[in-house]
């Protein structure tokens, strides 16, 4: 008799259910419609939303036709806004609205965004006038203010009531919100008091006194606020939801958790796009268009850039007339410039993500990336003399003395170059974050290109200085 705790053997743990071939195979079925709506409540709306690609357009109406309104704004709330709109416009015009008057008001001022305005007019007017409230408040804000992000559902409680009637007027606003676990208080000018945390409430004696229950130390933002300024104070909570108050601190609605890692996620996609020279992220849904018209401008702006590059080198023509052999080591000069510029950017921007850092600390920043950058280029420096020495010997059958002259002016050069690139790479980003540009701006490809700029006026410079003019190398 085998033990009732023994794991059976041939139960696979490893490998998790295809969820989304489940439920394109019961949508597929000739089951009821009551069979039906019952075997998909068992799967969350993600993984049904993660279906709906694989259907038809008949099986979507189908799906469509079974799913709640409820349950049907949970799984197009789970999908990019552009795929969810897609989907939105196979539904007739008012059960679209009445699928985005069930959303999260967030969710559903950017859903209809992506309407042609005289269709989001039209779906607006077809809204309850609670959501279509909510809707326009959430719209009424700029993209990059937290209070386009807000969710106006949450519990909202007076401060003078009772435990008694605090409970019932929380069972009273939970059928119609579902952020619960934190209650919002207010005081009688409905301004925002504190908060209550739902297990407090839940379990306090109905002689308790409210005020006690109150916790009036709580993070709040106001909905005026940049998304960037506010989104490192935001982080540092690991709260449910955070209010949002406007200028009389009179709670709008709430930033949620999911809404912060939805922010975070998008902060985080943007300053990668502006790393890469991008001046936002790309889809694969994209045209050829879209996606020429988001580089071009950083193109051309490197382009001018790379002109100069080439400028200042044909500036130093006569320096490479007289001595050639300098030409092969051009672009260990180049890369190792770019590379660390690049590597402080990177840090830079990372810093600089905390909105509490102080004068004293960014000087510190720049001090300590140019030591950074000064050690590594002495290590390099002296390795590629070595290693450069030995091939103009070697392969090139040059004296010693040539190789030594040679190297050293290279060794000289790099630890110049990585050391500017370094206090570039760090000053250029503190620089845009002062006068209130996104230091993300300061991207990979123009922080490489003016680095290059630097390099090649150094190695040249030297290379004119020490090896023609000093050493007289030059043929």
Known sequence: MKNEYEILPDKDMTNRPDYEQEIVAIIRSNRSPK???????DYHEN???????????????KLFNLLHLDTLSDVLEHMDEEEAIVYLNELDIVKAASVISEMESDDAAGL???????????VMSLMDEES??????????????IGSRMSTDYILIQRNLTVKKAMRELISQAADNTNVTTIFVVDETDTFYGTIDLRELIIARQNTDLEDLIATSFPYVYAHENIDD????????????IPVLDNDNRILGVITSQNLIEVVDEEMGEDYARFAGLTEEEDLTETLLESMKKRLPWLVTLLFLGLIVSAVVSAFEQVVAQLTLIMAFQSLILDMSGNVGTQSLAVTIRVLMDETLSSKQKVGLVFKES??????GLILGGASSVVVTLFIIFFK????????????CIGIS???AMLVSSTVGTVIPLFFKQIHVDPAAASGPLITTVNDLVAVVVYYGLSWILLINTMHLGG
């Open 112 to 122: 209809l965004d992506e309407f042609p305005e005289g269709k989001r007019d039209l």
């Open 397 to 408: 059958h040059q004296t010693p003395a040539f190789a030594l002259a040679v190297s050293g």
């Open 35 to 41: 069979i039906l709506r019952d075997q998909l409540a």
């Open 132 to 145: 279509k409230r909510d809707v326009e408040l959430v719209a009424s804000f700029d993209e990059d203010e």
């Open 414 to 416: 790099l630890v110049i």
């Open 371 to 376: 030591r950074v950058g000064l050690c590594n």
């Open 230 to 241: 506010c989104i490192e104070e935001l982080k540092d909570y690991s709260e449910d939801s």
């Open 47 to 61: 993984d049904i939303a993660d279906a709906i690609p694989q259907l038809t357009a008949q099986e979507r109406k």
